[in-house]
């Protein structure tokens, strides 16, 4: 069992960061924590997806003294994915820090449920 | 924080049962969730194996044919800029969709003027705050004047930063990095410059025409060349952009415009997220 | 090659061009570059959806220099094209019939950000339809979703920013869970391409070695897209979201937005998984049974709704409820029927969506006994919202009877499905029936005192000509697809033979 882990550390690690992040987002009702949570959750997917291209004792894919067999370099797709991965978690974090912003300034709270109840009211 | 009167009991309410419910569900519902896709983990390929089946042709064509094909010795530059180029398009254009986004809701004009001066009214009195005091407070109307320390600092620094980031960018396709890590970089430098010396300085040579300039000249030089790349890759006609020697600063075709285009749009777009939050315009 | 083939590619990039080229044109111009773009883009959908359905068959379009397993690459048969004619049109429809409606909600300055995320909406739903390939269906959800959230908030009240939020916050939720599925599938079959995936996945499959690992990503992936769909459990954001919004955010959000995440999740049934391994797995039933929990429970919630807008929301849930219960059944004309629900309440909610805009005065909340009698003010409109609600109770000679004729039909032999799916179906068309005809009887109570020769309201005296002729198309359409809905079953059916 304990063999299974260790060879599996970075899948569970990620898992269990995901679900960090995943409480985060159920629990906190503050906003900016929510925000938090949510990129521990892309943080999380990235790990795993890094995770699944390595290939231990191998250089990451930059060919630079002209070593081109196959087997010296790490599997180059899944980096490439965190690349594009990580740009899509960049704008969403913007996005949503630029919305709690304008909510603050609306409600005066960085509570989403208390901003919803006030909303509601307002008809 | 102070909340309505009225709204308390509300609140209260909410906050017995229904919460206490709702957070029972969500931990049972969390813990669910982390067996399941730890069970689900355990029984995968195990990580390091270079027999997983994720290293198949697919990775081993681009590592042996990558820079003779694209010209980028950067084989994940390679990848993402010219094998799965149209994620990458996609990529570019989540970073433009955000930007438009977070124009709607911070620039100030219209609607969002009156919710600015609300919300100043009750920083004030939840605060109770002169307001002098306030105004240096409020990080709009704060300009670091007299801080002669970041101003050395940032002298020194910022030439570096600045250096480095395009340095990043120009070498994206033969090293580490690329447009949006040089990018980055460089919107670093810029707010770094902008905290430093406050916007009568930036916006010497960044204000919101400059942005909007930079931003759709590379964006559409990006999308042509993208779709000039598409069309006679579909139509299998010879693109006729010469890949270079591989290792030469001007090497790999379209990859390094590319990457100077994501590395412009990037930085703009940094920079203009700060003077958005900060002051409400570009 | 065929230059017509080319036509998917340049829908997808003729929309990020005008994107991009709005960002520093003014309102007018943002405007009419859009119509104009997007009436483009119908054009070039529904030649294609010609070329397809006579030459059957699907065909390959690389993105790039370089085949299958290692470039991008996109895919169209007659279901990609009927289903991007469906969503350009719409989207074009929608902005002609609510431009007014955009001048009145949206600020001046803002105007032509609003017609940017349109555009991007649009493509985005395009490459989601076209795709070929996993990852890049990820990343054009994102692009949708941050499209989507700006729609929503582009009126910038206080409403509607705190249900931007929580649209953000779900959705992003649910391309969190989508993403996990991708990279387990990766790792499971070293493909990102979907047929390539299904090829590789045999083995995998027969073999069993990694039967629940399969499983969990059919449900992660099930999951996520149905969270964004705002299938039963996941709907509370729907009702804020469609209820507050701009009115052409609504009526895209509701019938466009929704539904490419639905095919979507079609496509990755059929083309990446397949459709057996699916069966196998279980996950039909499960669809099955939150369908037709969604069918009854989506109807009741909105029985009970006051607010006119929120009311036709909350039927969206129902209507979500019916295409899943389709997919669920498991069998082709399930699948057939399912995809025409899709088109049916497409072209049926913008209807409602638009043509309510007269009775709220633009996107007002408006409770629905503040609509009495509001038939004689304004005719046209309340034909047209007639219609569409007549449509979606399932009224002969309208798209919602046939959809609803088709799965009955296909719930029929199903054994204890059938009585299940008919006895909801029941149960949800009357109470549709109850809502809608409720509001249809209200517009035309006659007003207890003769109508006063008031001062013309500021939004309907705005309302002209590009109104009227995006409403009418679109009730044309509805008993057009009711009528002759013949040959759109027709090209269902022949694009999900090749769909696969």
Known sequence: MWSLITRHLNDIVAVALFVIGFADLLFQRNMIKKIIGLNIMDTAIYLLLASQGYITGRKAPIIVDGVESASAYINPIPSGLVLTGIVVSVSVTALLLSLTIRMYKKYHSLDLDHCLMMARREG | MKKDDDLQPILSRLSGKLRSVYKITALVLVVLLFFVLAAAMLGMPAIGNKNNPDNNEVARRYIENGVEETGAVNIVSGMILDYRAF??????????????????????????????????????????????????????????????????????????????????????????????????????????????????????????????????????????????????????????????????????????????????????????????VRRGRI | MDFIKNFPFFSIMLCMFCAIITSCLGRKAAKYLTRIVLAAVVGLSAALLVYTYIN???????????????????????????????????????????????????????????????????????????????????????????????????????????????????????????????????????????????????????????????????????????????????????????????????????????????????????????????????????????????????????????????????????????????????????LVAAVFHIFAHGITKSLLFLSSSAFTEGSHTKSIHEIKGLAYEHKFSSFCYSVGAFSIVGFPLLSGFVSKLLLGGAAIGQGLMQWIALLALAVSTILNAIYFLRTVIYLYIPPEQPLKAEEPKPYSSMRGFSYAFGVTVLVLVNFLVGLASGPVINIINKGLEFFS
């Not at chain 3, 470039?71 to 007659?78: D, F, V, Y």
């Not at chain 3, 920013?161 to 387990?184: C, D, E, N, P, Q």
């Not at chain 3, 998984?273 to 037709?292: M, P, T």
């Open chain 3, 56 to 334: 059957g068959g699907s065909f390959v379009y690389y993105m790039g220099h370089f085949p299958a397993p290692w470039g991008n690459e996109i895919r169209a048969g007659c279901l990609e094209a009927i289903f991007a004619l469906f969503v350009s049109a719409v989207a074009f429809l929608s902005v002609v019939a609510g431009g007014k409606a955009v001048e009145y909600d949206v600020e001046d300055k803002k105007e032509n950000l609003f017609y940017i995320l349109v555009c991007l909406m649009v493509s985005s739903l395009l490459a989601m339809c076209y795709t070929n390939d996993l990852f890049t269906g990820y990343v054009f959800i994102e692009i949708n979703t941050i499209a989507g959230c700006g729609l929503i908030m582009v009126r910038q009240i206080g409403k509607s920013v705190v249900t931007a939020i929580r649209y953000m916050v779900i959705s992003l939720l649910g391309s969190g869970l989508f993403l996990i599925g991708v990279t387990l599938l990766y790792s499971l079959t070293g493909h990102l391409l979907m047929s390539n995936i299904k090829e590789s996945l045999l083995p995998v499959f027969e073999s069993g070695d990694y039967r629940v690992q399969l499983t969990i990503v059919i449900g992660l992936m099930t999951v996520g897209l149905s969270v964004k769909s705002g299938l039963f459990p996941f709907h509370l954001w729907i009702p804020d979201a469609y209820g507050q919004s701009n009115v052409v955010s609504s009526s895209l959000l509701s019938s466009t937005v929704s539904k490419g995440y639905i095919f979507l999740l079609i496509k990755i049934y059929v083309r990446t998984i397949g459709f057996d391994v699916i069966e196998k797995s279980g996950v039909f039933n499960i669809c099955f049974v939150f369908g037709v929990v969604a069918m009854v429970f989506g109807s009741l919630i909105a029985l009970r709704e006051k607010s006119f807008r929120r009311m036709i929301a909350y039927s969206s849930i129902a209507q979500i409820g019916y295409i899943f219960m389709g997919i669920g059944l498991g069998t082709k004309e399930g």
């Open chain 2, 87 to 276: 994620d990458t398009f996609g990529e570019s254009c989540v970073l433009f969709v955000a930007t438009i986004c977070v124009t709607i809701m911070l620039r100030i004009d219209g609607q969002n003027k009156e919710d600015d001066k609300e919300a100043e009214k009750k920083d004030k009195t939840s605060f109770g705050i002169r307001e002098s005091a306030f105004k240096k407070l409020d990080s709009r109307y704060y300009e670091p004047e007299n801080d002669s320390i970041l101003k050395v600092s940032s002298l020194i620094v910022i030439p570096i930063i600045l250096v480095f980031g395009i340095y990043v960018i120009l070498n994206g396709h033969i090293s580490p990095g690329g447009g949006f890590s040089g990018g980055a970089v460089l919107g670093a430098g810029f707010i770094l410059y902008l905290s430093a010396f406050g916007f009568s300085a930036t916006e010497r040579f960044m204000n919101a025409k400059t942005v909007k300039i930079i931003t759709l000249v590379a964006l559409l030089v990006y999308c042509i060349a993208k779709s000039y790349s598409f069309f006679t890759g579909a139509n299998h006609i010879e693109s006729g952009i010469p890949l270079g020697t591989p290792g030469a600063i001007l090497s790999s075709g379209l990859i390094l415009v590319l990457n100077i285009c994501v590395g412009m749009v990037v930085a703009c777009t940094m920079y203009s997220f700060y003077a958005l």
